[in-house]
């Protein structure tokens, strides 16, 4: 596996505006969206190309044009969301699946409610979560997508703590993750600093 710290000045300079506590809701999905495509920039890095010929108004040349790669966008709901719509911009086929999963408040356990995927498992999964905390959700998740066939999956997510990257590694060490940040710590209840706050609450205003 390999951590992928997208630090591009667009992206830093969009994520410290998120983390005011002053940004209204509306920026704050705005920003996520635009982060998202940025991001999404660099995890199709590494996509194949065929070339094909083509002709020009002023001659035939061979064309790379991408090679079939199938993806599905996936959702950790409900915070996950709000990643979707930067990444269906630069991937307008993507299919989408969606994984259902909030922490318990008490034990901050990940607690499993939906899951929904489409039939063909040799698609490319991009997961996305803004917030990798404990890395407990992100760990289901991925066991679930594996348990079901789906062994191709990228993670996607905005800010990590040290703790989250550590859980993801070493129980899904094959998953590449890619994230805007790595922060300072958790806290006592195991969000994380300096971090943004509940992403959730902070993208659908339920706070
Ligand atoms: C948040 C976040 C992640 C999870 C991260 O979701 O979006 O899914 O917590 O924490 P972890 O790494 O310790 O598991 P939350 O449980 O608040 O659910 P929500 O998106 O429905 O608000
Ligand atoms: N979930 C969030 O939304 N934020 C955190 O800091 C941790 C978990």
Redesign the pocket.
Known sequence: MALHIIDHPLVLHKLSIMRNKETSTMKFRQLLQEISMLMGYEITRDFPLDYEEIETPLMKMNAPKLAGKKVVIVP?????LGMVDGLTMLLPSARIGHIG???DEET?K?VFYYYKMPANKERLVILT??????????CDAIGRLKKDGFDNIKMMCLVASPQ?VKAVTEQHPDVDIYVASVDETLNEK?YILPGLG????RIFGTK
Do not use: E, F, Q, V
């Not at 950790?76 to 996950?80: E, N, P, S, T, W």
């Not at 990798?132 to 992100?138: E, F, I, V």
């Open positions: 950790i709901l409900r915070a996950g999963l909030y922490r901050c990940p979560d803004p917030m990798l905390a404990t890395g407990g959700s992100a989250g195991n509940d992403a959730g609450d």
